[in-house]
């Protein structure tokens, strides 16, 4: 399709009129040559495409009428129809205006300054003005004069201004709305665009509706509804769009930006906007405008229309072939959500993967679908390299979540050396009760007590989870998987042949965070005697291990003198109560916490979830786990019942442990 702007008008030459004889006829300027309307992938959270402005900027100006409105007032008839014929081979949409007889001749004297005036010098007409009124302070310039001087600097200004600043160009209206010409079409976008950047879009929706009332040419009208959809709400621009002409025939005089307008419905979709539903005409003609045309983001918009939709079998092909025409890594984004969706999982980690560098939603997307498996209670086999794989790109992103998929895995799989200094990782990245209580279990697995006891100390009064382990019967919790034979019993697809070496055991090995950057595995602390309990916990945190891009820099001697260290206080052996926080395990026995910073000993609730927040997202999604729909990821395993069959009634794969 043409572009919408192959059909404006002709813009008028630069502003350089005299008032002595009007410029000769110039030929009408070439149409612009098609250019596909363009479609740009955003980074924001919230929608993967908005429209890009249309391009306006082909001509130099608007229909200058100066010259006319001049000789229309100084009753020249045979100067105004030459100007008049002048314009119409220019503009063949331009109609003279209707106030030509009433203009009232300027006085003689004023020549000189219309000179200035449609020479476009006015600075000097200003500085003109001025030096006549020291003279005779009672004179004012004619009312036409005045007029057309406000309206000529109030568009250069704004012009100026046009894209850099919006806020002057809405200041510079307020102040004095009159000085916007009607008729200047190219003035009244330019204002517009900025009421709709500055929030104010029932402003600029009657500055649009405007030029559609007031304005008889085709391009520029297309053009205005291009600008509406661009700066404005779709809902506001539907009713831009409700107000075009229809023939005879019923076509609406839109139809040549007919896939614009799709596209903008297309989009208002994606944001969650209201607007028109695309009708199945108008989406035929746009997907297949998308299959002829060589950009891949129409055909990834098309992708990320059928993917919310939920129509993912239709999203997977318009994915596929925005990725085979050059599509960006947004578009790979949305072809590993689909995939996920699909259920094909391996190939969904295999394209986050493969662009985890260039959109870190590629990269947390590939962290959270291994992470899935990993966290299951009776973990499936999975190949080494590609745990390698995951674990380097965990270390070199610092993600919590992924060293806690490791750490589980780990543990269930019986490798609790490797688990721990997993855990240990995954505590300083994601201090949550989950990632600490898997972290004192392993600790407590390897009867590492003074260990065990310092993290129960530390967390006491925040994580109840923790503390209960202090008072369980059985120290090492239900038995795991790898521990008894029906981890040897258990059916596992069979590996490569290249791989049959590593997988002698049911389980992938884990490699040690540390391996990689050389460091040797800790040595095992000396055990707590009885009598040393409660232990006094240092204030100092020992889990911080800064993600592997911020180690260069914190390796960096830092000068002495630059920073003072904070004065050392006693902490508490009994830690004090913060909000949320339930009852302690303990408390049963008589022995209740501390008073809370607030002065209360009792549980209190937490204050409201903020909307929009990561919080209210894990909030919501700890509602939906404990419906029952599904078990949580650290959930006990499913005991075995008199039959030999889990006790899983929800039908759902069993979760790691805890």
Same mark, same amino acid.
């Given at each position: ?300 918009? $098309?992708? /990320? *229309? +059928?993917?919310?939709?939920? @129509? #993912?079998?239709? !999203? &997977? =092909?318009?994915?596929?072939? %925005? ?82 998929? $490791?750490? /589980? *895995? +780990?543990?269930?799989?019986? @490798? #609790?050396?490797? !688990? &721990? =200094?997993?855990?240990?990782? %995954? ?232």
């Amino acid at each position: 399709m043409p572009h919408a702007l192959s059909r404006a008008l002709p813009w008028a030459l630069p502003l350089v009129l005299g008032v002595a004889a009007p410029l000769a006829a110039q030929p009408a300027p070439a149409a612009p040559p098609e250019a596909v309307p363009r479609v740009v992938y955003g980074d924001g959270v919230r929608a993967p495409a908005i429209i890009v402005d249309p391009d306006t900027s082909g001509g130099s100006g608007m229909v200058d009428e100066s010259a006319l409105r001049y000789y229309a007032s100084q009753k020249q008839t045979e100067r105004m129809k030459a100007e008049i014929a002048r314009l119409k081979r220019l503009y063949p949409g331009w109609t003279e205006p209707p106030d030509l007889d009433s203009l009232q001749p300027s006085p003689p004297e004023e020549a000189p300054l219309w000179d200035l005036f449609t020479a476009g010098r006015f600075e000097d007409l200003r500085a003109a003005i001025a030096a006549r009124r020291s003279i005779e302070p009672a004179w004012q310039p004619s009312e036409e004069l005045a007029r057309k001087l406000r309206q000529a600097e109030f568009r250069n200004r704004a012009k100026t201004e046009a894209g850099k600043r919006p806020e002057e160009i809405v200041a510079l209206y307020r102040a004095e709305p009159s000085a916007l010409d009607p008729g200047d079409v190219e003035s009244v976008w330019i204002v517009a665009d900025a009421l709709a950047s500055a929030g104010a879009g029932e402003d600029a929706f009657l500055l649009y509706k405007a030029v559609l009332d007031g304005s008889n040419d085709a391009g520029a009208r297309l053009a205005t509804i291009q600008k509406a959809m661009a700066h404005l709400r779709m809902d506001l621009a539907e009713r831009l769009i409700a107000l075009g002409r229809v023939d005879a025939a019923g076509n609406s005089e839109f139809n040549p930006i007919r896939l614009d307008i799709t596209r903008a419905r297309i989009a208002a979709f994606l944001h969650d906007d209201p607007a028109q539903t695309p009708s199945v005409p108008d989406l035929a003609a746009f997907q297949a405008y998308a299959r002829k045309s060589n950009d891949p983001s129409q055909t990834g918009l $098309l992708g /990320w *229309y +059928a993917y919310k939709r939920k @129509q #993912f079998r239709e !999203a &997977l =092909e318009w994915f596929k072939l %925005a990725i085979a025409r050059g599509g960006d890594a947004m578009v790979a984004h949305g072809l590993a959500h689909t995939l996920r969706e699909l259920d094909m999982l391996r190939e969904a980690e295999e394209v986050a993967y493969a662009w985890r560098d260039r959109f870190v939603g590629n990269e947390i997307l590939f962290i959270d679908i291994l992470e899935r498996k990993l966290t299951q209670a009776n973990p499936p086999y999975i190949e080494p390299a590609r745990i390698e794989r995951y674990a380097k790109v965990v270390v070199e992103s610092g993600s919590g979540e992924g060293a806690q998929g $490791l750490a /589980w *895995y +780990a543990y269930n799989s019986c @490798q #609790f050396d490797t !688990a &721990l =200094e997993w855990f240990r990782r %995954a505590t300083a990245w994601l201090p949550g009760e989950s990632t600490v209580f898997g972290y004192a279990l392993t600790l407590q697995r390897l009867k590492r007590q003074r260990p065990f006891l310092e993290v129960v100390n530390r967390y006491d009064g925040l994580f109840p989870k923790v503390v209960d382990l202090v008072f369980r019967e059985d120290p090492d919790g239900p038995p795991l998987p790898c521990l008894g034979p029906a981890a040897q019993a258990a059916p596992r697809p069979a590996p490569p042949p290249a791989q049959r070496a590593e997988a002698a055991t049911p389980y992938g090995r884990v490699p040690r965070p540390d391996a990689a950057l050389g460091r040797k595995a800790e040595d095992r602390p000396a055990a707590v005697q009885r009598n040393e309990f409660p232990l006094a916990v240092p204030s100092e945190n020992a889990l911080r291990y800064p993600p592997l891009s911020l180690q260069r820099a914190l390796a960096e001697p830092v000068p002495a003198g630059l920073y003072a260290k904070d004065p050392v206080s006693p902490m508490p052996l009994v830690a004090r109560r913060v909000p949320g926080a339930g009852t302690m395990p303990y408390e049963r026995y008589g022995y209740a916490l501390l008073p809370g910073y607030n002065g209360l000993d009792k549980p209190a609730s937490l204050s409201p979830v903020a909307a929009g927040t990561l919080w209210q997202e894990q909030q919501a999604e700890q509602a939906r786990t404990s419906s029952g729909t599904r078990l949580d990821r650290f959930s006990v395993p499913p005991q075995p019942s008199a039959s030999g069959e889990a006790s899983d009634r929800t039908g759902a794969p069993p979760r790691g442990y805890p």
